[in-house]
């Protein structure tokens, strides 16, 4: 059951980073033309304002489809998600049993103000993070509850 549900993740994964590459190049595309993929003119403050927002969609955000967002959240890994307790003395300290469960082939999560984890594309900067309560912008898919990194800051 395991197996098929990292199968299902790096899938997910997958997914993101060929919509993310495919976002990534309507929006250079955009910014060389001065409009957007709806044909409205764009600038750079306008942008830069939506993506500095906490949990702000430029598209498709509610209706199951992956967009573009921020979300807050606590880096943690996909075994303990966000209760450590089961995992005994390891469990009082965050920090060191996400980075026990990771070693122990858990990856990176974050675990948003709902208690929902997401899967992460990026498993390199989550790890100066672990424990620690972040946002993270990307692309994000609802539904598989996964984000493709694009930044992480720490809060």
């Known amino acids: 059951m395991r197996i098929i549900a990292n ?41 830069s304002e939506t993506a500095a927002q906490p949990n702000t969609a430029s598209t498709n955000k509610g209706t199951g ?11 943690s890994d996909s075994m303990c998600g966000k209760d450590h307790a089961k995992m ?18 858990a990856k990176y999560v974050l675990v948003d103000e709902k ?17 620690k309560t972040v946002s993270i912008t990307g692309h994000i898919d609802p539904t598989e509850r996964s984000i493709h990194v694009h930044s992480i800051v720490s809060k």
């Open 7 to 47: 199968i299902l993740v790096c899938a997910v994964l997958i997914l993101g980073v060929a919509a993310c590459s495919n976002a990534d190049q309507q929006a250079e595309i955009s910014s060389q033309s001065g409009t957007s993929t709806t044909g409205t003119s764009t600038s750079a403050a306008s942008t």
């Open 65 to 75: 489809e992956v967009y573009e967002g921020t979300i807050s959240g606590v880096i």
């Open 115 to 131: 208690g929902d984890s997401y899967a992460l594309s990026d498993q390199d900067k989550p790890k100066e993070q672990a424990g």
């Open 88 to 105: 005994g003395d390891t469990g009082k300290d965050a920090k060191v049993c996400i980075e026990k469960c990771v070693t122990s082939g």
